[in-house]
């Protein structure tokens, strides 16, 4: 027997608009998604794959068609109930950090915590073995504006971990990063799905960063235009990398 799917998409679409500014962003995409795997997705300017991550990490709706997790339609939850959904099981990272400015790293971990209502010492805690888990032990008092890039984005990965979520959901992680970051950001990544079982799914125009992905999914216009295995996965950051200064 196979596994189910973790994830289900059946036919769905997306409209923006209406009249003549109506926009179709998806034009009926199906895609499977089963525990612990790590896609990367991949397709031209446009073509739908924020729209799609959007809808994949509940924080939109399909406008048609049907999305299954772990079983639940989502497309007929009502606003609280994919909420929850997505602080129980999701995670995310944003190309842009999207972290809280004059926060100290800490706060901004312990937030999805705070969210969820767990008290100050189970947030303390959780959120300090998570910054130990990207690299930043000892980094808990420096703000956003006090961390390089990649360290920022490590903090964005602990606080999307904090809440140990089945799913991460990654668009374009290392778009704002020089390509050693990058490969670090990947290597951190893998070690959640290798290690931890989450499942990873990562938008990227970078190649390199896609080659760490066990399958590739090509997105056209709206459309799924290939959906492939990578049989020989990049299994870990390059090596001069690993020892480097971490910053
Ligand atoms: N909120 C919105 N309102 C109207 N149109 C939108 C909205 N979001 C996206 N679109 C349109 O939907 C289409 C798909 O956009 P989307 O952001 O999903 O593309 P993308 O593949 O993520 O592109 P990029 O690689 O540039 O991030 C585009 O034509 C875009 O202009
Ligand atoms: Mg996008």
Known sequence: MT????????AVTKRYGSGASELLALKGIDLDITAG????IMG???????????????????????YLFKGAHVESLTRDQRARLRRRYLGFVFQGFNLLARTSAQENVELPLLYRGDSAS???????????????????????????GGQQQ???????????????????????LDTQRS????????ALNRDH??????????????????????????RLAR???NANPVTAAPADLATSEST
Not at 197 to 222: C, K, N, Q, S
């Open 3 to 10: 596994a189910p799917a973790l994830i289900q998409l059946s």
């Open 37 to 40: 795997e790590f896609v990367a």
């Open 197 to 222: 079982g989450i499942t990873v799914l990562m938008v990227t125009h970078e190649p390199d960063m896609a080659a760490y992905a066990r399958r590739m999914v090509h997105f056209l216009d709206g």
């Open 227 to 229: 959906d492939e295995v």
């Open 44 to 66: 031209p300017s446009g073509s739908g794959k924020s729209t799609a991550m959007n809808i994949l990490g509940c924080l939109d709706t399909p406008t048609s068609g049907q």
């Open 154 to 176: 490590r903090v964005a990965i602990a606080r999307a971990i904090v809440t140990e979520p089945a799913v991460v959901l990654a668009d374009e992680p290392t778009g704002n």
């Open 183 to 190: 490969h670090e950001i990947m290597g951190l990544l893998l």
């Open 122 to 148: 189970t947030r303390r805690v959780a959120a300090a073995k998570a910054l130990q888990s990207v690299g930043l032990g000892g980094w808990e008092r420096h703000t956003p504006a006090e961390l390089s």
